[in-house]
């Protein structure tokens, strides 16, 4: 048996995805911009991933820009937005606990001269409207915000920022990083009042390698200011290069895989209380992200228990149980989001991160709570 609950990390690839990638690496295999049949039927298996992804974010198709994940799209939306928007004004305004993605690209950004403001989260990871409103003013060219956290699953007030930036005057783009809120929530970037918004296949159970930047058509961005590469004519030239077919094929399938955002909510809540629940009876666990955070990330630590780096070797290598200590990207660094959070090294140390997928089942659980209940009995630290 074994339970695979680091889907913030990656999620298993679905079916209809490895067949979608194995179809376009065999049969499938010409190149979309060739002329000839072969290349006309890889394009379409393109347009149709394009198509997919934009009706499940409501936008149109010529919105979206595929990229190599989402590392990549929000490395496209910063640099992109400071570029198009630098004669307007100079503020940046994000948060302490977005990605490495978005945080080297805006520390970058600061050493080139923008003011870049790190809003800093609560104990618990929140972070307020009004700390949001204090932020932005008229001098902000962007406003960079992740939808949920990749660690402890707080909820942003993405809701709210396109209200800060109208209340300000301010000319500013809004960029959300919905990474880990893409297929769980419904996401509409037009509601949202965003300009760019990054996704990748990897969590949704897609390929590793694939993301897209979905890019505002109404805010006139042009290739000028976006293209990190340049070069042929694909996507729009704001990222030119032969498009990598069978992973946006594999993207799309996962995508139309998705099941219903609500439906599969009401799953996963009920797996979160049940493992809030096993996990409770566990001598000493503390629970470092409230019920009100995404039910599909649980962040825990015991105080009297070893750190969570030997925690995680030791589920993985004697009990077939993958959880992790944080962001995959941060390997192993001390997590900068509970850093943020101003939790003490001691917990930070020893906190662990369970997150779930649609996949995941009550014996997942099981086998987690019982492993770590053993783990905890025999290697007590005093
Ligand atoms: N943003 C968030 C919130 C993430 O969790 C991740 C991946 O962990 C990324 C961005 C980067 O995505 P990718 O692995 O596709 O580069």
Redesign the pocket.
């Known amino acids: 048996m074994s339970a695979y609950l680091d889907n ?3 999620t298993k690839p679905c079916d209809e995805c490895v067949s979608a990638v194995m179809n376009m690496l065999t049969d499938n295999f010409g190149n979309p911009s060739s002329l000839h049949d072969l290349g006309i039927k890889a394009m379409k298996e393109i347009i149709l991933a394009r198509g997919a992804i934009a009706d499940s974010l409501g936008v149109d198709k010529d919105e979206i820009i595929f990229t ?7 490395n496209m939306a910063l640099f992109g937005a400071a570029k198009a928007k630098k004669r307007l004004g100079n503020r940046i305004v994000t948060t302490a606990v ?5 945080l080297e690209s805006a520390k970058e950004l600061e050493k080139q001269g923008f003011e870049v403001v790190f809003l800093k989260p609560d104990i618990h990871g929140n972070i307020s409207e009004e700390q949001l409103f204090e932020a932005v003013n008229k001098d902000t060219i962007l406003v960079s915000m ?1 939808y ?3 660690e402890v699953g707080t909820v942003m007030p993405v809701k709210s920022i396109s209200k800060a930036v109208k209340r300000a005057g301010a000319p500013a783009l809004i960029h959300i ?1 919905c ?2 809120a893409y297929g769980k929530v419904n996401i509409n970037p037009k509601k949202l009042g965003a300009d760019l918004v ?1 996704i ?4 949704i159970h897609g390929p ?4 897209a930047l979905y890019v505002n058509k109404s805010a006139n961005l042009t290739d000028q200011n976006f293209a990190r590469t340049f070069g042929g004519e694909q996507e729009k030239r704001l990222r030119p290069g032969t498009e990598c077919s069978p992973l946006i094929a594999g993207f799309g399938a996962a995508v139309r895989a998705l099941p219903n955002v609500n439906k599969q909510k009401k799953k996963i809540k009920e797996l979160n209380s049940y493992a809030r629940q096993k996990l409770s009876k566990i001598d000493g666990v503390v629970f470092n992200n409230d019920e009100n955070t995404s039910p599909y990330i649980l962040n825990v630590y015991v105080p009297t228990f070893m750190r969570s780096q030997t925690v995680l070797q030791e589920l993985s290598a004697n009990y077939n149980v993958y959880v992790s200590n944080g ?3 941060a390997k192993g660094k001390k997590s900068h989001v509970l850093t943020a959070m101003g939790l003490p090294n001691e917990i930070i140390d020893k906190s662990i991160r369970i997150s779930f997928s649609r996949f995941n089942t009550k014996e997942d659980v099981d086998l987690l709570a019982s492993s770590l209940d053993e783990l905890v009995k025999t290697h007590p630290i005093k």
Do not use: L, P, Y
């Not at 190599?68 to 929000?74: F, H, M």
């Not at 977005?98 to 978005?102: C, T």
């Not at 590793?208 to 993301?211: A, L």
């Open positions: 913030s990390a990656t190599s994940g989402a590392t990549e799209a929000n977005e990605h490495e993605s978005v992740m949920i956290n990749n990083d990474v880990q990054s990748t296949a990897h969590k590793k390698g694939v993301g962001s995959a990207c």
